[in-house]
């Protein structure tokens, strides 16, 4: 194996919920501290949720080997469950015997629950992968939360699952149930590289290793790449990749490395499947349009179609006929005989773009659309000005000249 290879005494990135290997990021001490809080508190129903591989079932355990002894805790970690099934497998965690039917389970449940918390005891269930249980069992485990005094709840639930389970709780007929969550939190993925790297470093101390740099900066950023921040996915590709530098004789996991196990695993970044592209960064552009567009998009916002077709003051010095009845939607208050007189001169389209075309690009970086804030070189748009021209204004407040829809005046 790669540990001696490496200096490590153990794996340091298995898939199995290891609590030594908790790296906990600020949404993970927010989640501990509401299930510190509940618990201790007896406030009843607390919720859990986060993406899939971002550490749940390590927290849980985390927690649960640090309890008091005096907790007693039931942990259910397959949702799928029918209700007889689901308190069987309660009677069982909570050490109830001599019961035939739910009733029976359901007493002795009540007097266990009564007895330890008149002690000053806590009592825990603890519901895993909450998302997938059915419809009744999440009514019985509603029903579980009337086991209370005056003024405090006798059983502590902790429902925990994926994001779906939001969904689940806001179902109609589960509305009951949503209303008994007393606190609700959740796990999100690493945010950033910096943590990723964190996380990495964390793990491979963990593991006995004198040498956090095994991967390098290049291959730490793709793995977040990759991996989306999810603890589970990072765990992957770094045990893959170790093994391949093992077997490669690399002392220092390079990018390359990570390139290929994502590869393998059908885990590369989205942009980049089956394509060998790579998405642009904040700093890249992406192309709208091509200048001559640009050109005619600036001279319409100016109400000059025609600027740079031709020239502006031709329209000016041409003759005014106002409407002729027989506009076509989109009426621009002069007569046909105008119209036609402008678009036949040698100017028409000459002067959009004189200079070899060039694609016009937009930042994404930019909070702001370029065309809405031109530079000082460039013609202004103005969307919401009355025209200064008496030509074109036509009794209207189009910025495009477009006239009265081709009525005649």
């Given amino acids: 194996m790669y540990t001696d ?63 008091d002894p005096t907790v007693m805790i039931a942990y259910v970690f397959n949702p799928r469950l029918s209700v007889a099934e ?63 005094s005056d003024t405090a709840k006798h059983l502590q639930i902790v429902l925990t699952g994926q994001p779906e389970l939001r969904d689940v709780l806001n179902q109609p007929d589960l509305r009951q149930l949503k209303q008994r969550v007393a606190l609700r939190c959740e796990i999100t993925a690493l945010p950033n590289v910096e943590e990723t790297a964190h996380y990495i470093s964390s793990r491979l101390k963990v593991a006995g290793s004198t040498r956090t740099e095994i991967f390098s900066p290049g291959a730490v950023d793709y793995i977040f790449r990759c991996s989306a921040g999810i603890p589970r996915n990072i765990n992957n590709l770094c045990d893959n990749a170790l093994l391949n530098g093992f077997a490669s004789g690399a002392t220092v996991i390079s990018r390359a ?4 196990v994502a590869k393998t695993f ?65 009426g621009n208050g002069f007569d046909n005989g105008h119209m036609q007189d402008s678009c036949s001169t040698d100017e028409n389209f000459s002067l959009v773009s004189p200079a070899p075309e060039r694609d016009f690009v937009y930042d994404y970086s930019r909070h702001s659309d370029p065309l809405a804030n031109p530079s000082p070189a460039s013609p202004s748009i103005s969307f919401d000005r009355f025209r200064s021209d008496p030509l074109t204004r036509v009794g209207t407040t189009d910025p495009f000249g477009r006239g009265n829809n081709g009525q005649s005046l």
């Avoid at 153990?10 to 809080?37: I, Q």
């Avoid at 971002?54 to 927290?59: A, D, F, N, V, Y």
């Avoid at 005619?296 to 003759?319: C, F, I, M, Q």
């Fill in 5 to 67: 290879f490496y200096g490590l005494k153990e794996l340091p990135f298995a898939l199995t919920p290891d609590p030594r290997y908790l790296y906990f990021t600020p949404s993970h001490t927010e989640v501990m501290a509401n299930l510190h809080y509940g618990i201790e508190s007896g406030r009843g129903l607390i919720v859990v949720t986060g993406e899939v591989g971002t550490g749940k079932t390590t927290l849980l355990r985390w927690m649960m080997r640090r309890l």
């Fill in 86 to 148: 689901f308190y069987q497998y309660l009677a069982a965690l909570f050490n109830i015997g001599g019961w035939e039917s739910k009733s029976d389970l359901l007493i002795g449940l009540r007097r266990m629950l009564e007895g330890r918390h008149n002690r000053g005891l806590r009592t825990v269930l603890v519901v895993d992968e909450g998302h997938g249980l059915s419809t009744e069992v999440l009514e019985e485990i509603r029903l579980l939360c009337n086991f209370e």
């Fill in 257 to 260: 490395v990570i390139e290929q």
């Fill in 266 to 330: 059908d885990m590369l970044p989205r942009n980049e499947h089956g394509s060998g592209l790579v998405a642009p960064s904040a700093e890249t552009t992406a192309r709208i349009f091509n200048s001559s567009a640009r050109a005619e998009l600036w001279a319409a916002g100016d109400g000059n179609v025609g600027a740079g077709v031709s020239d502006v003051t031709h329209a000016h010095n041409a003759p005014a006929t106002f409407g002729n009845g027989k506009g076509n939607g989109n």
